[in-house]
């Protein structure tokens, strides 16, 4: 090699050094300002409970929901958070709750965490305290058949498990009205304990249950609000279509129980290979886009639900 192609080589590696080293320092500075936005709301939510508690201000706080609408995190609900209008949040033992109006009227947003557990227990608790007239699953899910792509919308008619009895949702809309619209798909959604990450494994499972996309929390809500004879919907979001493969990295940091602990799974992921900061900004582009299409189709149908 040359003194001069080993100057440019050297530049090269120093320039793409330094754009990873951005890279890997915007996408902390990012996590890191996400979790003190979740500090400030948590005195808030601090505020709340005192006032639920009798001390301070008195908060309204219902005794009954017409529509709740479920989300395993915060990054999910984040785009419907935004629309509604004096949103107030809540931390429950176990979940969080937001509060707010959608066109005049009050409805909920519940984080529930990640996974079937946390999404029924949470469901039965909620159930009790608010006595919604209807739970709508929202959230992500990934796809297991070709026509549903990256940002379509899936409405289930039906939710199984592989080791359990399918649950049918009543849907007034069917499959062929769906496909008359764009980016709509209504189908069966199978519910998983695991992040799906393979385009192998996403077509098997599909083929083997007859569905058309994955969650981790749907059968587990559908399931309690038949038991607690509450009306159901399951609204999701593609945004891993069944071709497309996630990181390896993303079931630890979905796993994580708080934003302080994901930024610690997310800078060691970063340390222990400093490429994986590229799959984690296309992560959060997607979760983003996937989160306001959601919530731009939430605005249209929880109106509906009466």
């Known amino acids: 090699m040359t003194q001069q192609v080993r100057l440019v080589a050297d530049s090269t590696l120093s320039s793409f050094s330094q ?3 951005n890279e890997n320092f915007m996408l902390l500075r990012w996590l890191v300002g996400n979790w003190i936005q979740t500090q400030g709301r948590g005195l808030i939510q601090e ?3 005192a006032r639920v508690a009798g001390e301070g201000e008195p908060c309204q706080v219902p005794d009954s929901i017409d529509v709740a609408c479920f989300f395993a995190l915060g990054i999910e609900s984040g785009g419907f958070y935004d629309l509604l209008e004096s949103p107030e949040t809540i931390r429950h033992e176990g979940f969080v709750e937001h509060l707010g109006l959608l066109d005049g009227r009050l409805i909920s947003l519940v984080e529930t965490g990640v996974g079937g557990k946390k999404a029924r227990k ?15 699953s929202s959230g992500f899910a990934g796809g297991l058949a070709e026509p549903v792509k990256k940002g379509h919308v899936v409405m289930s008619n039906s939710v199984v498990r592989a080791e359990r009895d399918e649950l049918v949702i009543p849907l007034s809309m069917s499959e062929e009205q769906a496909a008359a619209q764009p980016g709509l798909h209504v189908g069966r959604l199978l519910t998983v304990d695991k992040i799906i990450r393979t385009p192998r494994e996403k ?10 996309a994955v969650d981790m929390e749907t059968y587990a809500t559908a399931d309690a609000c038949a038991e607690g004879k509450t009306r159901f919907l399951s609204v999701r979001v593609i945004t891993d279509a069944v071709d497309d493969e ?19 799974a997310a800078a060691a992921a970063i340390i222990n290979r400093p490429s994986s900061v590229q799959d984690m900004w296309r992560l959060r582009e997607t979760a983003m886009k996937a989160s306001d299409r959601l919530a731009r189709f939430l605005q249209g149908v929880v109106p509906q639900l009466k």
């Open 19 to 21: 754009v990873q080293a």
């Open 47 to 49: 505020q709340l409970q």
């Open 122 to 136: 949470t469901t039965e608790r909620y159930i009790e305290l608010r006595k919604p007239q209807w739970i709508v």
């Open 203 to 212: 077509r098997e499972l599909g083929e083997a249950n007859g569905a058309i």
């Open 246 to 264: 996630l990181p390896k990295n993303l079931e630890r940091l979905v796993e994580q129980t708080s934003t302080a602990k994901m930024i610690g």
